[in-house]
Nanobody, 123 residues
Framework: QVQLVESGGGSVQAGGSLRLSCTAS????????MAWFRQAPGKEREFVAG????????TYADSVKGRFTISRDNTMNAIYLQMNELKPEDTAVYYC????????????????WGQGTQVTVSS
């Protein structure tokens, strides 16, 4: 089993930045594809960014491409999401996901979720 805990959410003004962290316990993340998803009020959960295991590539949703960066630190058993140039439409609960299934530009979620962290962007 993998337990995931997100942190780093908060409230910022449009144009600001936040860095989300997701730390894991129970098992190493080395062998897992990892991703961030988000869910805005009244909307379905959507894929944001994914990072394949090992030296694999990164994939971003079109809505965040060029503004968000996903990274992972296997020594810390963690992944991160650097979010720059935030917009009000980025407001959502952000979730870390492990064992994600790559599929083009929209990955399918795996079995392991964190509890989520709220990001609120004001105009």
């Amino acid at each position: 089993q993998v337990q995931l805990v997100e942190s780093g959410g908060g409230s910022v003004q449009a144009g600001g930045s936040l860095r989300l962290s997701c730390t894991a316990s129970g098992r190493s993340l080395v062998g897992y594809n990892m991703a961030w998803f988000r869910q805005a009020p009244g909307k379905e959960r959507e894929f944001v960014a994914g990072r394949m295991m090992g030296e694999g590539g990164k994939t971003y949703a079109d809505s965040v491409k060029g503004r968000f960066t996903i990274s992972r630190d296997n020594t810390m058993n963690a992944i991160y999401l650097q979010m720059n140039e935030l917009k009000p439409e980025d407001t959502a609960v952000y979730y870390c996901n492990a064992d994600t299934i790559p599929s083009g530009s929209h990955w399918y979620p795996g079995n392991y979720w964190g509890q989520g962290t709220q990001v609120t962007v004001s105009s």
